[in-house]
């Protein structure tokens, strides 16, 4: 790594995660491929009330250009956005799998979105089935476990930086958004 090439540092941000588990499940270089390189993320348990983490993360990434696939099995639209009851029902090519469920559910989820054809998985904060992941891996997706996409996105943009945060990111590569 050359200098202002890449990734210097990673940022632990309070996860449960191991050393080695962070190195297979939160691979610093795999978050920022995925947040650079993906468009479409479906979101799975996407609440339509604003005070839920899932409709903030949404309308973040919704914001910087992502388009967002609300999934959840209640239906209606949420963000403009009609919502899928599970991800074999959505008609377009998913990137991300965004996962705010609880940990008993992601094993179905994650054999959905390798039936489906995602780009990847990702778990959010203190979500975590291993196992799950593994199958994922197996399979060929990129996985994300026990971090958030909206706060990785602002640390590998810049914009927490811009908020005085430590992100442990020292590169002279600008933001493509």
Not at 49 to 71: C, H, M, N, T
Not at 108 to 121: E, F, L, S
Not at 141 to 170: P, Q, Y
Request: aromatic share 6%; with cysteine.
């Amino acid at each position: 790594m050359g200098s202002g090439s890449g990734v210097v540092g990673h940022f632990e941000l309070n996860t449960s995660l191991d050393e080695a588990q962070r190195a297979r499940y939160q691979d610093p270089n795999v978050i920022r491929n995925l947040i650079e390189r993906s468009r479409t993320i479906a979101v799975v348990g996407l609440s339509a009330d604003r005070q839920k983490a899932s409709f903030f993360v949404a309308s973040y990434l919704r914001s910087e250009g992502y388009r967002i696939i609300p999934v959840n099995p209640r239906g209606g639209e949420i963000l403009g956005e009609t919502v899928y009851p599970d991800l074999r029902a959505v008609p377009a090519k998913i990137d991300i799998v965004d996962i705010f469920r609880p940990t008993v559910e992601v094993a179905g989820i994650v054999d959905q979105a390798i039936a489906v054809g995602a780009r990847a998985v990702w778990m959010q904060l203190r979500i975590i089935d291993f196992a799950a992941a593994d199958r994922a891996l197996a399979a060929g997706l990129a996985v994300v476990i026990d971090k958030c996409v909206k706060m990785e996105h602002g640390r590998f943009g810049g914009s927490l930086h811009w908020a005085g945060m430590n992100t442990e990111i020292v590169s002279a590569r600008k933001a493509r958004r």
